[in-house]
């Protein structure tokens, strides 16, 4: 049997992804394990708030500094959240032992199996919404609770998904 070099999980974020007329994205502001896409996923999700807020400013003669503060209003809580979840993720695969596996194996059927815990996990890392997970949740995911055999109706999962409103505020709410 060959032996296999596990990568130690690791997380970054800045304190801040503006300053001044300044702004960074991607890595550089929100470093997760490199394993399930979740860091090209989110500097794509900064790319496009940032882009369509700085097109905004010019398109609007309001190219104030202070208005990049909207990108980071809008990304830090997100980023912060995928960000916690890939560090738990890449510590369930940061230890080789037999048990640990098992359990990890099992935990990630169970989040397959149970369609809220998969709505939650794929709205989450997608970007299209944020559901965090409860104590429910972690004990079905455990095995100490059965999985959830019914799923989510349509508009109560609309409610997750985050809106125009909440993409672009500064459309709504204006810019200096």
Known sequence: MEKIQLMIPVMYHANSYVKGNKAIIGDACHAVHPMAGEGMNMAIQDADILGELTADMFEHKKTHSGNLKWYENVRYKRADH?????????????????????IRQRTFERMEEDPILHFKQMLNVSGL????????????????MPVRMKDLPKDRKELKYYTPEDDYPW????LK
């Not at 459309?171 to 204006?174: A, L």
């Open 82 to 102: 995928v960000i916690q979840l890939s560090h738990l993720a890449a510590l369930a695969y940061s230890f080789p032992f037999k048990p640990v596996s098992y």
């Open 171 to 174: 459309k709504t709410e204006g």
């Open 129 to 144: 919404g944020m559901w965090k997970e409860n104590v429910r949740d972690r004990f079905i995911q455990g095995g100490i």
